[in-house]
Structure formats: structure tokens, C-alpha cells
């Protein structure tokens, strides 16, 4: 079953690769979506993916790149988006 997610990751995240990681990530396990710094120094995003990939995913969101130290990744349900076929980096 497809699900949807936003996702909000904080600790050091900022300036070390972790939206090019994340993208990467989403890549690779064919996850859709997007994310982007925001201004208190997190991480945000949406992925949309079957829930056995989102775990997969989520679990190496969660392990951040080596330059990164995630303290918590906060996630909630979102409405699932239709005809997206990529994972972007915002800003």
C-alpha cells in the first residue's frame, strides 16, 4: 500500500550533505517526493512510497550521513500525491 509522509529530522543537519544523502536514498529505494533546510536548522521533506520501502528509508534517514548526527526524525501521514516521479531538493 502507498503511503505518504512528512518528515522533520533535527540535529546536526544542516552543512553536512544530508538532503543530497536523503535524496540519494529516496533514489535509490524509488521513493517520491521532496526536502529542504528550513529556518530552524532541520531537515524537512515529504516521501512517498510503499510502507516496507518508507521503513527502509526511514531507517537511513535516521542513520544520516557520516558528517550528521540526527537526534529524532518526527513523521506524520500526509495525503498522497499523484503523477510524481522524482525526489527534489528544495530550498
Avoid: H
Wanted: proline fraction near 1%.
Amino acid at each position: 500500500m502507498t503511503k505518504r509522509v512528512y518528515f522533520n529530522v533535527q540535529g546536526q543537519v544542516q552543512g553536512v550533505g544530508f538532503r543530497y544523502f536523503t535524496q540519494k536514498r529516496a533514489q535509490e529505494y524509488g521513493v517520491t517526493g521532496w526536502c529542504r533546510n528550513t529556518k530552524d536548522e532541520t531537515v524537512e521533506g515529504e516521501a512517498q512510497a510503499s510502507e516496507d520501502i518508507l521503513a527502509k528509508f526511514f531507517k537511513d534517514v535516521d542513520d544520516g550521513p557520516r558528517s550528521a548526527r540526527v537526534t529524532k526524525v518526527s513523521q506524520e501521514d500526509r495525503q498522497i500525491v499523484d503523477n510524481e516521479d522524482d525526489f527534489k531538493v528544495t530550498r
